[in-house]
């Protein structure tokens, strides 16, 4: 079994400082982690993803995040935030295995408040 | 290229009726999913289709049923509506080795359940 666990139910931040979205997994098998955004009454917004390969990723609007194996982590980071970066952010996981294919696992979300 | 499109985007149901949600996409991808969020949940997987005339369940199928006739088009139905099912539905196409290789999710259907 999969899961994904994001510990902060809220992060809030001064605009101009970093920004930091913890995200740990467990998985039985090689994973693959993905950040998304949601901003208010909108649906889902890719960010990054992080298959294999270089374990820091670069995304979409400044947005990165670092793989680490030994801690079974995907931290989203900004390093330097702003006020348009509020929003809800979901790390998410999956197998790509023939059973979970494009199934994805999703943390239950952070939202993410960056104040002027 | 409209990408992935839900209707309708708000509905409230009494307990006991039925309805069904379409999820339409353009961009030829075979799987589709339906999730739901619910505040502090994320999103959890109903049930999903890896091709025209398939489907599966997921993580929470029970009180929902689907059908995958085109390939297209993707429909959730209540058959008996639940105040426990009030929640924000999300339908998400997915092709492998695409270009981002991840799922696109459409706007959302805000259901409420009286």
């Known amino acids: 079994a999969q899961s994904v666990a994001q510990p902060e139910d809220q992060v809030n931040v001064a605009e101009g400082n970093p920004l930091t979205v913890k995200c740990t997994y467990s998985v039985s098998g090689n994973p693959y982690l993905f950040w998304y955004v949601q901003y208010p009454n909108r649906g889902l917004q890719f960010l990054l993803k992080y298959i294999t390969g270089d374990n820091l990723v670069k995304g979409s609007y400044g947005f990165e995040a670092e793989f680490n194996k030994s801690q079974t982590s995907f931290h989203l980071k900004k390093p330097s935030a702003l006020v348009s970066d509020s929003a809800l952010y979901f790390c998410?996981?999956?197998?790509?295995?023939?059973?979970?294919?494009?199934?994805?696992?999703f943390g239950a979300g952070t939202q993410v408040v960056v104040t002027p | 290229n409209a990408g992935v499109t839900q209707t309708p985007k708000f509905r409230v149901l009494k307990t006991g009726q039925s309805m069904t949600l379409l999820c339409a996409q353009d961009?030829?991808?075979?799987?589709m999913y339906w999730y739901r969020q619910d505040p502090g949940m994320g999103l959890r997987l109903i049930h999903y289709?890896?091709?025209?005339?398939?489907?599966a369940k997921g993580e929470v199928p029970d009180g929902y049923n689907v059908s995958r006739l085109k390939k297209q088009n993707f429909l959730l139905g209540l058959e008996s509506a639940a105040p426990s099912q009030t929640s924000v539905y999300f339908c998400?196409?997915?092709?492998?080795?695409?270009?981002?290789?991840?799922?696109?999710f459409g706007p959302g259907t805000r259901l409420t359940v009286l």
């Open positions: 961009m030829n991808h075979e799987y």
């Open positions: 289709s890896v091709g025209e005339g398939t489907t």
């Open positions: 998400a196409t997915f092709s492998p080795g695409g270009r981002t290789d991840t799922q696109y």
């Open positions: 998410a996981v999956s197998l790509m295995t023939t059973d979970s294919w494009g199934k994805l696992q």
